[in-house]
Nanobody, 112 residues
């Protein structure tokens, strides 16, 4: 059974940093692109960053230069390093494997 478990969210002041982790159980990690998405109540899910199985990355314009996605295939874990956080980054952040499997989400709150 595949499970994705996010961690690392929390409350931080504007300008601060957080590092999100998503640990994937099961054998699907290496073969799948991984992505971080975020959702604010009343709005659609937004792609934040993605990374292919080969390590190619893609970022939303709103986070370019501030966020970095990476993956550790030995640990079946994908990370999202978030720097220079802004109040508008406040959301529930979910990780996804291949857009087929999703984690439960972790709350990120950035205070002004």
């Amino acid at each position: 059974q595949v499970q994705l478990v996010e961690s690392g969210g929390g409350l931080v002041q504007a300008g601060g940093s957080l590092r999100l982790s998503c640990a994937v159980s099961g054998s699907i990690f290496r073969a799948n692109a991984m992505g971080w998405y975020r959702q604010v109540p009343g709005k659609q899910h937004e792609l934040v960053a993605s990374i292919t199985s080969g390590g190619n990355t893609n970022y939303a314009d709103s986070v370019k230069g501030r966020f970095t996605i990476s993956r550790d295939n030995a640990k079946n874990t994908v990370y999202l390093q978030m720097n220079s956080l802004k109040p508008e980054d406040t959301a529930v952040y979910h990780c996804s494997a291949g857009l087929k499997w999703w984690g439960q989400g972790t709350q990120v709150t950035v205070s002004s």
